[in-house]
């Protein structure tokens, strides 16, 4: 059974206005030490989808692994019993959320490369506006490192052209196609005129989260001090509206062949025992 946190309701409408909300001391110590021992088993033999994003001339990485709760204890202890099931239901204001993947980001210390300015959902085997992806430093991070959000972005109505992370790793599970059928708008230079967005980002200590919407235009974190090491666990959750959706650009992480394994086509409620649901 998950831990319960009793979020006051102000988080969650926050959360829907602005598509993200900062929860302070919303994870203790004992779940911190925890993944700390997840992440370092995970580094020493990481998945086969482990991958290091960024390796600059001074050996300074940023390394990403995900999907990895089913081999890594530590990691399905967090899942099934850390408050975030908890935290996730009350910010999507439903009884019930799935489980969708875990995710982690680990930087070396000094590690400049900061992700481009994306979306996440529009990479996902799921659609919907009800997901919520809790980013959760395992390290106090300054802001100028930390996650950036344009805020209330994941509102917006437009269908943007994604960036293509295989262009950035050269890795082929990264890459994403353009529909020549389908007109896309520009990915908004977010980077290129920061006085005109409302961007968010916070001074963050171990045990602080934040949670986001899934089609917020998020980006940033790296950018770190010197000796400064940044170590992310991410979790992501589905409510209400969460239907199956195969994506003829690529996904990431793709999940249509196991969907499909499990009989799930396009447009299904997702359940199955792929993505455990957390009743509330
Ligand atoms: O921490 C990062 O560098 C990227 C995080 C991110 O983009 C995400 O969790 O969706």
Request: net charge negative; aromatic share 12%; hydrophobic share 35%.
């Amino acid at each position: 059974m998950p831990e319960i946190y009793d979020l006051p309701p102000a988080f969650a409408e926050t959360f829907s206005q602005d598509g993200v909300v900062l929860l302070p001391n919303a994870i203790d110590q004992f779940w911190i030490d925890l993944l700390d021992r997840g992440i370092q088993k995970n580094i020493n033999a990481p998945t086969e989808r482990g991958r290091v994003w960024d390796r600059d001339e001074q050996g300074r990485t940023c390394f990403y692994d995900s999907q990895a709760w089913r081999e890594i204890s530590e990691y399905q202890d967090f899942i099934e019993k850390s408050p975030l099931a908890s935290v996730a239901a009350q910010l999507l204001n439903t009884k019930r959320v799935n489980f969708f993947f875990d995710a982690v980001f680990v930087r070396t210390p000094g590690t400049q490369f900061r992700t481009p300015f994306h979306q996440d959902e529009p990479y996902w085997s799921v659609k919907g506006l009800d997901t919520c992806s809790i980013w959760m430093p395992l390290v106090s991070v300054e802001k100028k490192s930390a996650l950036e959000f344009v805020r209330g972005s994941h509102r917006w109505p437009q269908e943007f052209r994604q960036t293509n992370f295989g262009d950035l790793t050269s890795d082929e599970r990264d890459q994403r196609r353009e529909l020549s059928q389908k007109e896309y708008e520009p990915f908004p230079d977010i980077e290129g005129h920061r006085d005109t967005y409302d961007i968010l980002s916070w001074d963050m200590s171990a045990g602080d989260c934040v949670a986001f919407n899934g089609r917020i235009i998020h980006g940033g974190s790296g950018n770190l001090s010197p000796g400064r090491d940044l170590r992310i666990f991410n979790t992501q959750w589905l409510g209400d509206d969460i239907r199956v959706c195969f994506r003829e650009e690529g996904m990431d992480p793709d999940h249509s062949f196991i969907m499909r394994e499990h009989g799930l086509s396009d447009g299904d409620q997702i359940g199955t025992e792929l993505y455990p649901a957390f009743l509330f």
